[in-house]
């Protein structure tokens, strides 16, 4: 692994090279697959091995590094077999979620995930890839903190979030994909959980993460392979 990065000294060594190591992996410099040396970050970074392996730990929870039994650490790499099983899951427990979330949103918290729907389509407009990502991810994230079930949360936020974090990593390789029709994938489940609709909103669901998973086949798979990947 070449030397990338540079010296820091703060207080707050573990986000700042947690986001130094995002940083490098979301602009390339660090490839999906790729092995995480703990001693020559630590040496890169001219610190502890301590600070090192808190920041893996807080980009492994956010989905971008991967620990394997061996405890080696890479960078997140899906299997297309992997992408799969995970939109299995979701199509159980996020749906819950989403049910969940339309049968005890109140009309603020409503308000709130229709200003972050809204700010999710304004953020395809300007065609930014990976803005959109992260503010996919966190509309997400707010439904599943609507059902106020902090052990659902935790297990959607450890089975969904590499998936985000892949696809960050593969939009840099295959180009930018449709932001718009995928943001407005999201209206029909936002609108049933304004209506607090439980049916409704899983029925939403279940159709608009067909979409996606086909997407992510299509998008992240396929067209890779034609880019050389």
């Known amino acids: 692994m070449e030397n990338v990065f540079e010296k ?25 697959g790729e092995r995480l040396v703990e001693r020559k970050l630590a040496e890169q970074f001219d610190t502890s091995l301590t600070a ?24 997140t790499k899906l299997s297309l077999e992997a992408a799969e099983k995970i939109f299995t899951v979701r199509k159980v427990l996020e749906a819950f979620a989403v049910e969940e979330a339309a049968r005890v949103a109140s009309p603020r918290q409503v308000e709130q995930l229709e200003a972050a729907y809204g700010e999710l389509l304004d953020t395809a407009r300007s065609q930014s890839a990976q803005a959109f990502i ?16 902090e052990y659902l949360e935790i297990a959607l936020r450890r089975i969904v ?28 489940i936002i609108q049933a959980i304004k209506r607090n609709h439980p049916t409704q909103a899983k029925d939403a669901f279940l159709a608009a993460v067909e979409e996606w998973l086909n997407k992510t086949r299509d998008y992240l798979f396929a067209q890779f392979k034609k880019s050389g990947g």
Request: hydrophobic share 45%; net charge neutral; charged share 20%.
């Open 8 to 32: 820091l000294s703060s207080s707050t060594l573990r986000s700042r090279i947690a986001e130094k190591i995002q940083e490098a992996i979301l602009t390339g410099r660090l490839h999906e």
């Open 161 to 188: 979030q590499p998936v985000f974090a892949f696809t960050a990593i593969r939009v840099l390789s295959c180009g930018p994909f449709d932001l718009l029709q995928d943001a407005q994938s999201h209206g029909p």
């Open 134 to 149: 992260l503010k996919d991810l966190a509309l997400h994230e707010m439904i599943w903190q609507l059902t106020a079930n």
């Open 52 to 75: 090192v392996r808190e920041a893996l730990i807080q980009l492994e929870t956010a989905g971008f590094v991967i620990k394997k039994p061996n405890s080696a650490t890479y960078v």
